[in-house]
């Protein structure tokens, strides 16, 4: 907010300032920032950073108070101009004008004074410079008067043409139901009930504390004007602005609460600058409507409060004394250990002993305050321990070689999810997304539920930019449970995805055809990721047909208690021609709720001092036999001494039979006791190799 | 004139023979483990070694020189023995050089690496944070995404209609609910939240994911991460603000780092403070970045509303507390020095994989 230093002038001497750098570093510090201080002619215009707080510095007066107080200088007049020192004549303004609250809680004083007989003309040159500075517009003499009254005091006001209201009569009421209103700049506004309105005996003619009505307002050939200035409730204003998308110099004071003491002053202002200009006399007396009655508040101030909210040991009584009564609080003195302020009318935002404590800490300079850490005692921990398991699965895949990413929960569903509708399904997704109901981007407006199109889309970005290996991994908030919405923490899940994509590894000394990441190297990532709570031979993988996963390629994986703990698929065809992807992306996601909270126990287990003996067994079966079934079935056997079981090698292509696969176990044997001969581990091997053949016809 | 020599001379003459010619063989060397056991053969095998000749004279000498005989040979065959030992060694190490001279590689070809993965640069940032609140005694919290009009404004003393709100631009979700639901503009609900849960005292820090309606450009994002403190226990005052944030960004930012407050305004705090850290480009004699201030305006800090400790069930006469809010992603920007936020969330490795850990 632009304003004069010039203009300050006439409220605080800018000398004691130490002009516009003394007024900057004093308003900083009382923590109303200058932005910036710039020359215009003879005059500084400073930009002001003024909080919502603090309606009453929105104005020249207001800010030489902040900045007279922080220098512990006089201020010039913070009483309202007394009525009487302006000339006037002719019948009474009450006469002439009549007005009438029919909301005495959303206004609670309509003030209005009459000027007859003026004539059309432009305001005095010193009005029209300062408007100008600040960045307003001069347009007549009525409307600068009314301006340069709400810049100079920060009580907003309004001109209308006397002899277009109807009746002489003001009417401050609800707007009936379909009334419509033209205002100032032309807009046909559409009222609703809740509405504020300014109105005549037939129609109304302002949107109370926004704008005037255009019909009502002076133009050239207006000879007698109303000058209104009224204190609207913050809450009424600011629905009707914000329905209306309206903002204006007065809707953004009344939001944030005017003074309703400053009425009378800020009329006689404008009455003066209008009567300089355009001639005219004032009606004797002012119209002084009343709605409920405000009241001043009184708040104690106790100086061991001071004390311990500000750790300042030093701050007495006299001080907060001192430098409340110059921010215009009325101060009296109950003992050395307290005091109690009544609150000015223009300071909306005061009403407890906190309040007070920052005023006199603003005056103090919160530069003086003292340094300390809290004595609080205690070790730190995290708190929610799914914090601690992201944290490793974020190590894990990190070590893994992959590259954190994060990307926007933004996304349409039906355009990016409805091909993982079977992995939403299998995670308990509500079938209508939670969306936004103002979204950044429109096409883009339901939360996501899964991470995978937007880790896909990143993929796809990184092959667009010359990329031929990709690993990308994401932590984030999915959301669209089914949860209670009372609770909206029910609503979100925590998951954690990855993507492989192209060579998986790249190096001169490799060959020159290297392997494109495929779907083992997913799934053992995923098993390793989840590895330090879950032994990977325990999870339960299950084939899952979504459609943006290759059918077949595709598994979801429970954790043994049979809940979903996450997917790992190879990207379709029909997913990668959405966005261009590479032949062989493989994707999963981890549902981290599912991840119990406590790592496996780590304790040592006692290992055999004698040499291992090993049994390799090849076999042919039908590709339809399921390794797990095959491994399961040998487990069950309990070959004597076997220490492990693994998958050696697969083979399939000549020498084979068509639909069948050439499988190579080997079978490592060790025992506690002594050493074991080949001959015995051999017989085991065999017993193995029976035992497959007769179970699933499978040819040794 | 010389006497012919009798058999124990001639004898001892091929002793002299044997190890003349034997040295001269050794000196020669062997260059393949066959030339090795050839030599070794001709000396010392069993039916026709030199060395074994040697002794099958014994019937030859007179018996009373036998003895002095026999010593020598014993002699010679100790000296061909050890000969051929170091021959072996010689052979044994030369047979070594050769497989390592095979085994040799340019050394200045490049090395096979792992693939090295990387954090993104705020959660590098946000888990510096973390360790200096760790370090400090804090404990890490955690809230929801989306979160109620309750928890997000109205506990934290912003009343409905407060113009305080349009500061947050917040996007609202379109579901009904008791108190309506939005995504979260600031971390500061998970003050009210654990307050609630585990009252006073209490020294948390939260960081987390929040959300405004910003259109997207190289300073503004609809999406981006703050840090919350706060303590809250009996006596905690603006000093302790004042020297907690001192000693954080001194930690953050390194030794000469100063700090400042001054009053601002947050519905949730009273009294209120800005946050300004001195520059970290000039170190506070003013630059571009810090538009010649000196100073960079980092957080919003200040002492717990009461009406905030009210709404979380905290008598605000027996505790007070400090709070301030940090963002990350600005932070990030400043500490790695890229130009643009939008870089965050593109996910592109060549920007992803650049950055390391902070200390």
Redesign the interface.
Known sequence: MKFSLDWMGDHVSLEALGGAEGARRLL????L?VESAERSGEDVVLDVEI????PDAMSHRGLAREAAAMARIPFGSMQPGEEGDLPTSGPAASELASVEIQVPRLCRRFGARVVRGTKSAPSGGRVRARLVSIGAKPIDAAVDATNYALWDSGQPLHAFDLDRLAGGRIVVRKAKRGETLVTLDGVERRLEPSDVVVADSERAVSLAGIMGGLDTAVTGKTTNVLLEAAWWD??AI??TARRLGMHTDASHRF??GADPEAIPGALDLAARILLDAAGGTLAPGWIDARGTAWARRRVVLRVERLR?????PRLEVDFAEDALARLGFAVSRRSAKRLTADVPSWRP?VS?E??L??EV??VWG??R????????????????P??VVEETL?DG??????????????VDRRSDESSFAGWLEATGTAPAP???????DASR?D?RATLLPG?L???S??FR?G?RE???FEV??T?GLPGD??R??T??SRRFAFALAGDVRT???APVATRPADFFDAKGLFERLVEPWIAPETLVWKSLRTAAFVAGAAASCETPEGRTLGVVGVVSESEREKRPLPERVCAGEIVVEEIPRDRRAARFQPYSAFPPVVADLSFSQPRTVAWESIEEFARGLALENLESLKLLDRYEGSGVVEGAVKTTVRLTFRSPERTLEQEEVNRERDRLAGALSQKFGIEI | MTEEPGPAGRAEEAISNVLASFQDEAARGVSSRSEFEALKGRYLGREKGLVTALFARMREIPASERAAYGARANAAKREVEEGIARLSEALARTETERRERAAAVDITLPGRRTRAGSLHPVTLVRRRIEEIFLRMGYSIADGPEIESDFYNFEALNFPPEHPARDAQDTLFIDREAPSPLLLRTHTSPVQVRELKKRGAPLKIIAPGRVYRNESVDATHQPVFHQVEALVVDRGIAMADLKGTVETFFEALFGAGTRVRIIPTFFPFVEPGADVHVSCIFCRGTGCRTCKGSGWMELAGAGEVHPRVLEACGVDPQEYSGFAFGLGLDRVAMMLYEFPDLRLLYEGDERFLSQFAPLS
């Open positions: 900083d510090r009382g923590g920032p909080t919502p707080n603090r913050p809450v600011r629905r939001e944030r311990t909210i500000s750790g300042d935002d407890i906190e309040d404590i920052e800490l603003r919160y530069d305050l003292p340094s300390r850490l809290p004595a609080t005692a205690g070790a730190g921990r995290h708190l929610e799914l914090r974020t895949a990190v070590a893994a070689g992959l590259h954190e990413t994060y990307s926007y929960p933004f939670l969306s936004v109901a103002n979204p950044v407006r939360l880790l889309d990143a993929v970005r990184n930019h990329a990709v690993g990308l984030g908030r959301f919405t009372a909206p923490e609503l979100e190096h001169w000394s």
